[in-house]
T-cell receptor, first 115, second 113 residues
Framework: EAQVTQNPRYLITVTGKKLTVTCSQN?????MSWYRQDPGLGLRQIYY???????DKGDVPEGYKVSRKEKRNFPLILESPSPNQTSLYFC??????????????FGPGTRLTVL | DQQVKQNSPSLSVQEGRISILNCDYT??????FLWYKKYPAEGPTFLIS?????DKNEDGRFTVFLNKSAKHLSLHIVPSQPGDSAVYFC????????????FGTGTLLAVQP
């Protein structure tokens, strides 16, 4: 089954404790992105990757890191989480640029709470 | 500065009637427009899209209308069904080099049986 998986689905942590949210897709997609969803703000892009070893900042990259060492994986790293990073996070992938970028496939989400 | 706005946070419609969801944008550089649907505890799923060279695209019960002069996008669902109850996000693609996808704030649609 074609899908985007994220782990963990739920995470409660404390300020400053490094964490990684994993994202994996099995569709051989080139494009991958991370978004956060907050009430009244919709989904905002954190980082995106156009291919292996090619990443760039989205709209809200501060406090986050990403890496793309393999095509299928795109982990999101919070080196020193803070309470304002409490949010619902989504990973997404798509075939590539242009019109195929339209049909982004989203993972089920990771609800992160930073105390 | 919010480039994409969905001014109605929620909408309630009777089953069988038309649902109209609206989206306004400020940047005329957007060249592709999409709607995503999101159920609770799931990720958004792509619903329908339209290119800036068109003013209407239809797919079954779903029709998207684009009014470029008014910078306005709408999604019509006819007839509405209880299974359509979800949050709907409009999303716009900046036609520049990054092909960035910019989402609206979402509208919660409730279709009453």
């Amino acid at each position: 089954e074609a899908q985007v998986t994220q782990n963990p689905r739920y995470l409660i942590t404390v300020t400053g404790k490094k964490l990684t949210v994993t994202c994996s897709q099995n569709m051989n997609h080139e494009y991958m992105s991370w978004y956060r969803q907050d009430p009244g703000l919709g989904l905002r892009q954190i980082y995106y990757s156009m291919n292996v070893e090619v990443t760039d900042k989205g709209d809200v990259p501060e406090g986050y890191k990403v890496s793309r060492k393999e095509k299928r994986n795109f982990p999101l790293i919070l080196e020193s989480p803070s309470p304002n990073q409490t949010s619902l996070y989504f990973c997404a992938s798509s075939l590539g640029g242009g019109r195929s970028y339209n049909e982004q496939f989203f993972g089920p989400g990771t609800r992160l709470t930073v105390l | 500065d919010q480039q994409v706005k969905q001014n109605s946070p929620s909408l309630s419609v009777q089953e069988g009637r038309i649902s109209i969801l609206n989206c306004d944008y400020t940047n005329s550089m957007f060249d592709y427009f999409l709607w995503y649907k999101k159920y609770p505890a799931e990720g958004p799923t792509f619903l329908i899209s339209i290119s800036s060279i068109k003013d209407k695209n239809e797919d079954g019960r779903f029709t998207v209308f684009l009014n470029k002069s008014a910078k306005h996008l709408s999604l019509h669902i006819v007839p509405s069904q209880p299974g359509d109850s979800a949050v709907y996000f409009c999303a716009l693609i900046d036609g520049g080099a990054t092909n960035k996808l910019i989402f609206g704030t979402g509208t919660l649609l409730a279709v009453q049986p």
